[in-house]
């Protein structure tokens, strides 16, 4: 299974970075097996506020996230996630909301993570993918 980090999701709605806006745009609609994870729903829709000066809105936000419902799966976490985000903090000198969407992964069965965040190619069971760099 796979999951995207919000930054992916921003690039697909955010024009200024077209390079980054195609690789988003075709990562998302060649995805198999995808997984919108609850707080990456919940990052979008308040960062996708700082789109509202190109014209992109909330409605059309919040649109986006109920058309991924659709063709993903919802992984809403549970209590030990938490838990798990806490010793990742400490293995692995994540931030906070970082630890937490690779403990949401964990916790759902991710085997791949989409992001261009974070520093690691590998955490436990998860690869880490950045999309737009080179492999």
């Not at 390079?19 to 979008?44: N, P």
């Not at 809105?57 to 991924?68: E, G, T």
């Not at 030990?80 to 990742?88: G, H, S």
């Not at 000198?93 to 190619?121: N, P």
Request: with cysteine.
């Amino acid at each position: 299974m796979n999951a995207v980090d919000t930054n992916i999701l921003i690039y697909v709605n955010d024009p200024r970075d077209q390079v980054k806006q195609e690789i988003a745009v075709s990562l998302i609609s060649d995805l198999v097996d995808g997984i919108l994870l609850w707080q990456v729903a919940c990052e979008y829709l308040a960062a996708s506020r700082k789109l509202e000066s190109l014209g992109y809105d909330r409605v059309q936000a919040y649109q986006y996230i109920r058309d991924l419902q659709q063709v993903w799966y919802t992984a809403l976490p549970t209590w030990m996630v938490l838990d798990r985000a806490e010793n990742l903090m400490n293995r692995f000198s994540l931030s906070h909301w970082d630890a937490m969407i690779v403990a949401a992964c964990l916790e759902a069965k991710v085997q791949r993570l989409y992001t261009e965040d974070f520093g690691y190619s590998n955490i436990d069971t998860l690869e880490i993918i950045n999309p737009f760099k080179a492999r």
